[in-house]
């Protein structure tokens, strides 16, 4: 039977809730990842150092005794030089959300002053600490990324030691920032790279392909998929798996998530072995992201095999992104 060796995998965009949803999501992570980057879009969101610890404390509590790293965010505000200096040591990033872009998004940025900005983006660029941005504006949801990208290089050139990271890009737009701008990153989802708008809405509706940032065009996934597949050294996995339960995806106002973290390796190893880019997975699962944010992961090793593989109905309360479907890729073991 063919298999395929990970080793650390991180998931460097990843919702773990809070309370009986953490409790539930975080060991599905903590089995296949060795760590992940923790967004802190709680309610209300992480934004002080004790928040982030007592926040941290309740993730380490929800997982089993594997091994698991929460790398930590804080959400942006527009912080002072000292506070950052206070917090560098237990914070691998922050992130930045547009006000009202997405959920639990309300206390974030509502104007991209720069001057406002400046004294959080200088005091960052000289703690090295990594900005992660949810890069949408307000505009038609099918051009807010690509709307985006001015800002993006308001940023990139008013900070050039800044690591900038473009989370969850789903367009050939943000995709070209790459190789124009040093200092520019990005995440990518497994459901970009698998789903565009027609997945979402072209047929019946589909609650649980639907999230923010919506996906695009086939233009746009074959761009996405040319940087993942060929482990581009400036993009990372990141699931941006955001679990809600049953009930608010399977309503009238559907939330935007899509719960993939039990099932995106093997759908990942699925995609890499159709396109013969098997090769590729470690860098962009995990040795893209070692070096990009300079963390050294405990050593984890997870074994996939070549085999059908049906994805459960629901994990817990949670509906999963390919429910029911049959993939053909499974976990075989991890150490
Ligand atoms: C995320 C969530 O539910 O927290 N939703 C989503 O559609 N991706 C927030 C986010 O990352 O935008
Ligand atoms: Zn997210």
Redesign the pocket.
């Known amino acids: 039977m063919q298999t395929h060796t990970l080793l650390m995998p991180l998931d460097m ?1 990843l ?1 773990l809730r809070d309370g009986v949803m953490l409790e539930n999501v975080a060991p599905l992570s903590a089995y296949s990842f060795s760590g992940a980057i923790v ?1 802190p ?1 709680l309610v209300p969101p992480v934004a002080s150092l004790q928040d982030l610890q007592d926040y941290r404390a309740r993730i380490m509590a929800a997982v089993p005794n594997d091994y698991f790293e929460p790398y930590m965010t804080l959400f942006y505000k527009n912080y002072n030089r000292a506070f950052l200096q206070s917090v560098s040591d237990e914070i691998t990033a922050i992130k930045l ?1 547009p006000a009202g ?5 309300e206390g974030g940025v509502s104007s991209f002053d720069i001057e406002e900005m400046r004294e959080t983006l200088d005091a960052m660029s000289e703690l090295e600490i990594p900005l992660c941005v ?1 890069g949408e504006t307000d505009g038609f949801v099918m051009d807010r990324e690509a709307e985006f990208m001015s800002i993006y290089e308001l940023l990139a050139t008013n900070f050039p030691k800044l690591k900038i990271i473009m ?2 890009i789903t367009t050939k737009a943000a995709v070209d920032m790459l190789d124009k701008y040093e200092n520019l990153y990005a995440t990518i989802t497994v459901h970009h790279l698998l789903l565009t708008l027609d997945d979402v809405v072209g047929g019946m509706m589909m609650p649980h392909n ?4 919506i996906a695009k065009r086939p233009e746009d996934l074959d761009a996405l998929l040319s940087v993942a597949l060929n482990a581009h050294p400036k993009v990372m996995f990141g699931s ?1 798996s ?1 679990p ?1 339960p049953q009930d608010k995806k399977e309503s009238c106002g559907c ?4 719960f993939t973290a039990p099932i995106a390796l093997q759908l990942l190893c699925e995609i890499f072995e159709q396109y013969g880019k098997l090769d590729n997975l470690q860098a962009f699962v995990s040795d893209n992201a070692q070096s990009i944010y300079g963390i050294c992961p405990e050593f984890k090793e997870i074994v996939l095999e070549k085999r059908t593989f049906v994805i459960p109905e629901k994990y817990a309360s949670v509906v999963p992104m390919y429910a029911g479907q049959a993939i053909n890729w499974a976990i075989k073991s991890v150490e």
């Open positions: 965009h919702h967004m879009n959300y872009i997405t959920t639990n998004s949810h989370e969850h639907f999230c923010k940032p941006d955001a809600h939330a935007a998530g899509v």
